[in-house]
């Protein structure tokens, strides 16, 4: 054949190996690739897509397309919790008070701590319900006081409040939807003590709380669901444990791709 073509036998033999060299070559860059991001994606609690891996590769000095990270997380086995179903929690009765939509759906914020939302949401424990109540900061969406429980009540309210390592006079609105575990006469105590004004959400409208049921359909899909606890201890140490990742490490796409802590600590601050 080298003959018929007019080519020298060595240039066959080169051009054959040189293409098994390059094939070799991308098989190795294939595996060291499918390494790092079996590594973020363990590294993150198996929830990253391959939007954030794409991003994380990135700050690694490697740029790959969200198809080929497609491509090798299938080939690996692994997928992101946000493929998995979840489930709906149940509604609580409504607050029939008069107080206003004061927020009205502007969630973007200047200043750190000015404004806080809350909401609670359903985790079964054993064969029973539970429950979690976050305090989330709008300006960093950074989870600044939580508390676990076994009822739905004002007082769940009132130990996240009491986790908040933070100055409250700082706070100048506090914004939830109108469950009546947030109608109780020390919760507004403690708003009036501090000088915080409060925001419900219109009723049954969970749009105006956005960012809280968004962080809870967070919670569930990257924590709860698929996970059993056996008591209220383990399910106060996973979530001790998840929101330190969450506040620290998990990227935010809102945040363009940094942590809560890291917006927080890069933003420019005031001069007094």
Known sequence: MCKVLQIARSTFYYETEVA??????????????????????????????TRKIKRELLKAGR?????????LMKELGIQSKYAQPSYKPMSSQPNEESVQNVLDQEFQ?????????SDLTYVKVGHYWNYVCFLIDLYNR??????????????????????VNRPLENVKLFHTDRGSEFKNVAIDELLSENGIE????????????????????????ELINGEQFHSLNHLELELF????????????SALGYQSPASYRNLAPKKIV
């Open 20 to 49: 098994a060299q390059k094939e070799k070559e991308k098989a190795t860059e294939e595996q060291e690739l499918k390494e790092k991001i079996l590594k973020i994606f363990n590294e993150n609690r198996k929830v990253y897509g």
């Open 63 to 71: 740029k790959v397309s969200r198809r080929r990270i497609g491509r």
């Open 109 to 117: 914020v200047n200043e750190e701590m000015s404004v806080l939302v």
């Open 142 to 163: 950074e989870i600044v006081g939580y508390s676990v429980g076994k009822r739905k009540d004002a007082a769940l309210v009132q130990r996240a409040f009491a986790t």
């Open 198 to 221: 409060r925001s419900l959400s219109d009723k049954g409208n969970p749009y105006d709380n956005a960012v809280a049921e968004a962080t809870f359909k967070i919670l569930k899909t």
């Open 241 to 252: 444990d998840y929101i330190n990742w969450y506040n620290n490490i998990r990227s935010h």
